[in-house]
């Protein structure tokens, strides 16, 4: 046996079991006595009878061993050790404790009729999306409903306006008609008795010259192919008037009723003056609603406008009647079928129609625009819809102009509604209105 791993291994087992730390007095007595002869001492231990194997004993002299300042503070990790044990098993009771107090809340949920799971909640959660959306498609198709019935109300009001419309029309032209009549009646017996006194004039020729000239067809039929001013007498119990003939476009003998060229004459007029004429008759000029309604009223005209822009293109519209009604109708407007090149802008759309309508200037309003007045705006006599698609009329400008839409307009030119992307305005360079008879061999 090794004695050095001997002494080592007496000395630390009673340092950490305490086991051996009490022994008896009689053997520690022993013991000292045999320090000091030797050290160490092996003798049986109690009385062995005769035959039987001795056990030995070993006694050991007292060891004590230096050990570190360190070694002290195990004491101290064990101690650390037992608290933080203590710790661990608290936080796992309690976290038992915790897991069972859940699982009882949930099954406490499941069992609990007044606190419905959360599988019943989504289910009912789903059937009342479903229901409102089908109380939304039943709304939806309610409306779609009412809009078609709105829309079809809307299609009757139209045609009963319309229908209404139509009365008053037929209505006022029956009576125009029966007056045209009894004028025209009238007129028979005056020239029956009024031939004589022509007769015996006919040598004078001036007064019987103006009754034989209607218009600038007349004096063209009689070989005048001059360009010019003549005096026309559309009709005989109307005074003779003035004229611009035209004896060269599209085979002459046309009557100017309009001419724009240079801005020198402004048409931004009243009532009265629209009534009667403004401006020059070899320039710029407008030659009166009551004498256009004489000479549309003489016979059956067609009208015919030429207009030409600043880059020199040059189109034209023929309309196949044309007739003006006297002041107390307004001085309303009948325009016959289109033919041409620069459009049909007179008769554009359903909403932009300037036949029919009365003529409007800045001081009566006459246009079918409820918020204000039409010629006020666009500063022109014209028949105004709500308000144009054509107004030649205008303000005359000598290049492309930016704002109000208030130049001699053509809605049917091209590039003429839209404008241009800078946001200039198309403006024409000459615009001339003309009439002539329809039938040309009377
Ligand atoms: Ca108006």
Redesign the pocket.
């Known amino acids: 046996m090794n004695l050095a791993y001997f002494y080592l291994l007496s000395s630390i087992v009673p340092a950490f079991h305490n086991a051996g730390a009490v022994e008896d007095k009689a053997k520690a007595t022993k013991e000292e006595k045999f320090d000091a002869t030797c050290p160490v001492r092996l003798e049986t231990s109690g009385h062995c009878k005769e035959g039987e194997e001795c056990p030995y004993q070993m006694n050991l002299p007292s060891l004590t061993i230096q050990l570190p300042k360190s070694f002290s503070m195990i004491e101290q990790v064990f101690k650390d050790v037992q608290n933080l044990k203590e710790t661990v098993n608290n936080l796992k009771k309690s976290c038992q404790e915790c897991k069972l107090q859940a699982d009882d809340n949930q099954e406490m949920g499941r069992n609990d009729p007044l606190q419905p799971n959360t599988d019943a909640a989504e289910k009912e959660s789903d059937n009342r999306i479903k229901e409102l959306e089908t109380e939304v498609s039943r709304l939806f198709s309610n409306l779609k409903d009412a809009k078609d019935e709105i829309n079809s109300l809307h299609g009757r009001l139209e045609s009963l306006n319309l229908v209404n419309m139509n009365n008053i029309e037929n209505y006022v032209d029956s009576k125009v008609a029966n007056l045209t009549s009894v004028v025209n009646s009238l007129d028979g017996r005056c020239s029956s008795r009024c031939s004589n006194l022509s007769g015996l004039q006919s040598n004078s020729g001036a007064i019987t010259q103006h009754l034989l000239y209607k218009d600038c067809w007349d004096y063209y039929g009689k070989g005048q192919k001059n360009n010019g001013i003549y005096k026309v007498t559309p009709d005989p119990k109307n005074k003779t008037f003035e004229v611009y003939c035209d004896m060269e476009t599209m085979g002459g003998g046309w009557t100017v009723m309009q001419n724009r060229l240079d801005g020198s004459t402004n048409f931004n007029r009243t009532w009265k003056d629209y009534k009667n004429g403004f401006g020059n008759l070899s320039r710029e000029f407008w030659l009166g609603n009551d004498k256009i309604h004489l000479l549309t009223k003489s016979k059956e005209m067609v009208l015919r406008i030429d207009l030409e822009d600043f880059n020199g293109v040059k189109l034209y519209a023929l309309y196949d009647q044309f007739y003006v009604a006297n002041e107390y109708l307004k001085y309303r407007l009948h325009i016959g079928n289109y033919s041409g090149t620069a459009g049909n802008a007179l008769r554009f759309n359903r909403h932009y129609n300037h036949d029919l309508k009365f003529f ?1 200037t800045p001081d009566k ?1 006459h ?8 010629g006020l705006y666009y500063s022109s006599g014209w028949w105004f819809d709500a308000c144009l698609s054509a107004n030649l009329n205008g303000k005359y400008y000598h290049q492309k102009y930016k704002g109000v839409f208030n130049g001699i307009y053509w809605g049917t030119w091209p590039g003429m509604s839209t404008g241009e992307p800078n946001g200039f305005k198309h403006s024409f360079k000459r615009a001339k209105m003309m009439i002539r008879p329809k039938f040309l061999a009377s």
Not at 367 to 374: H, V
Request: aromatic share 10%; proline share 10%.
């Open positions: 409007t309003d246009d079918r625009y409820p918020s204000g007045n039409c």
